[in-house]
C-alpha cells in the first residue's frame, strides 16, 4: 500500500476530479425528486449507538437534535423504508441495549445545511465489539453492509456516503493497531469497488476511547490516512458514559453535526454540474488506478 500513503500529482489529480464527480452526481439526484440520498452507517457500538445506556438499559431519552423527520428514513432489518427513530441500530445490533447514536443528528444537520439534498436514507450496519478484521471482504458483516446497500437503492436513490466509526477493538493487541491502517485502506477499498462506487465519499471517526491500551496508536492511522474523498473527524474528548468507552447522548449529537459538516457535498452544493462524459471519463481514469495498485 506505499503508494497511497504520499499524495503524488496523479492522486492530486484524482482528488479534484473526484469533487468535480460528485457535484455532478448531487445536481442530477437534485432535479429527480423522490430520489433518496442514501448513507451507510458501518462499525461498531459508537456507531450502533450507546447514548443513554447505562447497565445495558436504554433510559428513552431522545435530543430534539435526533429527532425524527418527515424527510428521514431507515432501512429495517428486514429491508424496508420507515421513519427513522432512535435507536437506529436497535434490530442491527440486537444482542446488546442499543441507544442514541449520531445517525439522527447527523441526517437533522445536513438537512439544514443543504435543504435542497432531498430525502435522507439512512441504512444502518454497525455491530458492537467487532474487529477491523471481522469487516474483512468476505465475512459476514461485509456482505451484510453490501446486501443492506444494494437493497437500499434498489426502490431509487444513490448511495452518497459511508459513515464509519469503528477501531476500539483494534487498540488491544499492538499488532492489530498497528495493522488498523493497512486493514481498514483495504476495507474501504473494497467496499467502494463492490458498490461500484470507486470516489464514494466515506466520513470516519478518530478514536475517543477504546477497549487496550493502543487507542493513541489506531488514532494515528485513522488522521494519517489518505485517500481520494475520505474525511476523518475526530471525537477525542467528546464526554463518556461511566464505562469510559462509550459516547453519551449530547456527544453523539456533537459528533452526529461534526459528521454532517465534515461531508464533501454540503460545502459544494452550489458548484455546477460537469458533463457526464468528464464523468464517465473520471470513472474510468479512477478504475484504472485502482486496478494498477492491485485491487
Ligand atoms: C477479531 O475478532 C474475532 C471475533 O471476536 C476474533 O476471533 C479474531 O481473532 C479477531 N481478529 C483479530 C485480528 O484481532
Known amino acids: 500500500m506505499q503508494p497511497l500513503q504520499y499524495p503524488t500529482t496523479t492522486m492530486l489529480m ?114 458492537g465489539g467487532t474487529n477491523i478484521s471481522q469487516w474483512a471482504r468476505g465475512g459476514h458483516l461485509y456482505n451484510q453492509l453490501l446486501q443492506r446497500a444494494t437493497a437500499a437503492v434498489e426502490g431509487g436513490g444513490t448511495v452518497k456516503g459511508l459513515l464509519w466509526y469503528q477501531g476500539e477493538s483494534d487498540t488491544v493487541t499492538r499488532e492489530d493497531a498497528e495493522s488498523y491502517k493497512r486493514r481498514s485502506e483495504r476495507f474501504f477499498d473494497h467496499v467502494r469497488l463492490d458498490l461500484q462506487l470507486p470516489t464514494l465519499p466515506i466520513i470516519q471517526v478518530a478514536l475517543a476511547s477504546g477497549a487496550g491500551s493502543y487507542v493513541e496508536k489506531v488514532r494515528e492511522a485513522q488522521l494519517g490516512m489518505w485517500l481520494v474523498n475520505l474525511r476523518t473527524v475526530d471525537a477525542k474528548g467528546l464526554g463518556l458514559e461511566p464505562d469510559g468507552l462509550h459516547l453519551t447522548t449530547p456527544s453523539q449529537v456533537i459528533l452526529g453535526e461534526m459528521l454532517a459538516q465534515a461531508f464533501p457535498q454540503a460545502h459544494h452544493s452550489s458548484v455546477r454540474a460537469v458533463t457526464s462524459k468528464a464523468s464517465r471519463m473520471h470513472r474510468n481514469f479512477v478504475t484504472q488506478f485502482f486496478d494498477y495498485i492491485g485491487f
Open 14 to 127: 484524482l482528488f479534484f476530479y473526484s469533487c468535480l464527480c460528485i457535484t455532478s452526481t448531487t445536481n442530477l439526484a437534485n432535479a429527480d425528486a423522490g430520489i433518496k440520498s442514501i448513507f451507510l452507517l458501518a462499525g461498531q457500538s459508537n456507531m450502533a449507538g450507546r447514548g443513554g445506556v447505562i447497565n445495558d438499559k436504554w433510559d428513552g431519552y431522545v435530543p430534539p437534535q435526533s429527532s425524527p423527520n418527515p424527510a428521514i428514513l431507515r432501512l429495517s432489518a428486514d429491508l424496508n423504508w420507515q421513519p427513522a427513530t432512535e435507536p437506529l441500530h436497535r434490530d442491527i445490533d440486537y444482542f446488546r441495549a442499543c441507544g442514541v447514536g449520531p445517525g439522527l443528528a447527523f441526517a437533522n444537520s445536513l438537512l439544514q445545511i443543504d435543504p435542497n439534498i432531498g430525502v435522507i436514507g439512512l441504512v444502518p450496519c454497525a455491530v
